[in-house]
């Protein structure tokens, strides 16, 4: 199957690779053994390390990390053929025309002279268009369960303030963090695991309500800090290896003090 410089060529060389890839007589038997539910995990795999790379810049690893999540696209749209329900087309087709129903002020004839914010307005008034076409009739209806926990739980507290369901502004947000803190260490009193897991997760979840108030990504912010920690207990082991020492071979108190020193450089 020959190289192209044709995009939509190129696209069919994939799917047709795919195609061969699934063959049930001359195919690959572990890609041949795959279904919608195992092929899943890859797919959110796969757009992780498309961030991944983005976060980091790597732009030269992109197009193979965004060439790996499109194969994700088409391996499910083969299964999907292979089944009857639909093929790469129909895929293709339906975010085309999604795409051009979502923005009118391009498309059609509304006018583009409105802000950025007013256009978010207008995109959700069109999914809850949509949504009501679909038959949805609850508020957090359609809220997809796949999504990262914290990213989940902000699209359900955005649905559910759309209808006034929502903390007037931060200040109760945080009161409210403090109660389900009080909560957290009286559960951990207790000698119940699953309540005390169900308060820690209330926690998580007023702490996602508090990031949306503050118009901070969660999981934005997590990533950052999941970075810092990395990037300072790098430097504990780089401090301990030029002492040729390891962690497990220093004290916390050792270590505690290599961490202020690698924080207290970076603010400096």
């Known amino acids: ?83 009857g329900m639909f093929d790469f087309t129909d895929v293709a087709r339906a975010i085309s025309d999604k795409l051009v129903a979502r923005h009118p002020h391009v498309f059609g004839d509304e006018s583009r002279d409105k802000s950025a914010a007013q256009q978010v307005r207008d995109w959700e008034a069109i999914k809850a268009q949509e949504r009501a076409a679909r038959a949805e009739r609850g508020v957090l209806e359609g809220v997809a369960l796949g999504l990262p926990a914290l990213t989940r739980a902000v699209k359900l507290q955005n649905r559910a303030a759309r209808v006034g369901f929502d903390w007037p502004g931060p200040a109760q947000v945080l009161d409210k963090l403090a109660e389900e803190t009080a909560e957290l260490v009286q559960a951990q009193a207790g000698a119940d695991p699953a309540h005390l897991a169900e308060e820690f997760g209330d926690l998580l979840f007023v702490m996602a309500n508090l990031a949306r108030h503050l118009d901070i990504d969660p999981e934005e912010a997590l990533r950052a800090a999941n970075a810092k920690f990395t990037r ?37």
């Open 1 to 83: 199957m020959p190289h192209t410089s044709d995009a939509a060529a190129e696209i069919q060389r994939l799917i047709a690779i795919m195609a061969a890839l699934r063959d049930k007589q001359t195919g690959c038997p572990w890609d041949i053994e795959q279904d919608f539910a195992s092929i899943a995990p890859y797919t959110i795999e796969e757009a992780h390390e498309v961030a991944d790379a983005i976060a980091r810049q790597a732009w030269d690893e992109l197009p193979g990390e965004l060439g790996d999540l499109l194969l994700q696209v088409v391996f499910h749209a083969q299964m999907a053929a292979e089944a």
């Open 232 to 268: 300072r207990f790098q430097s504990i082991e780089s401090a301990l290896a030029a002492q040729g020492r390891r962690p497990e071979d220093s004290t916390l108190d050792e270590m505690d003090a290599l961490w202020n020193a690698a924080k207290a450089t970076e603010k400096a």
